[in-house]
């Protein structure tokens, strides 16, 4: 499987702080890291993660979560994996819509999650109208495949899209995928 990250630097600190991960990995997650570092002013909430449980809570989230935290950058994120026809709830579109920046951790099953499609149109939107830093991370899937909507991403969209309202609404006027700055390359 391949990883799709940008310029990256070694890091001992991770290598402490982390030893269950791969190399490219730790790299991967200290140049979020610092990324992240030089963009925020830390005293407000400052980082949402957008991320498929299934696909990452135990693996990539369960690092770079509490890296981020231990580098005093405050950091949201929601472990609730909500039942088809849920809601995400006022509060967490709030969090979502006070964050400096969003980290979408973009996986093989995130568009087959009617809570991941929420928070990535509420991303999109503070994007376009709060000038919102958005910093996809593309794991384990092609970026291509993901900006085209084809494979997973477009059969988890044809299925939320028989039945749910939300799921036009992400997927219309632009495709929302394709609007998403690239600023990681395949390596």
Known sequence: MKLY?????????????????????????????????????????????????????DTFIAHLYPALNHKGIHTYKDDKDLERGETISPTLLETIEESMISIIVLSRNYASSSRCLEELTKILECKETKQQIVLP????????????????FAEALADHERGSRRTRKCRGGGKPYERLPVYLENI
Do not use: A
């Open 137 to 152: 991370i593309f794991y384990h899937v092609d970026p291509l495949d993901v900006r085209l909507q084809r494979q997973s």
């Open 5 to 57: 990250i940008f310029l990256c630097e070694k890091s001992d600190s991770l290598n402490v702080l982390f030893p269950c991960i791969g190399r490219n990995e730790y790299e991967f997650m200290d140049k979020i890291i610092q990324w992240v570092d030089s963009q925020i002013v830390k005293s407000i909430p400052t980082v949402f993660l957008s991320f498929r449980e299934i696909d990452t809570r």
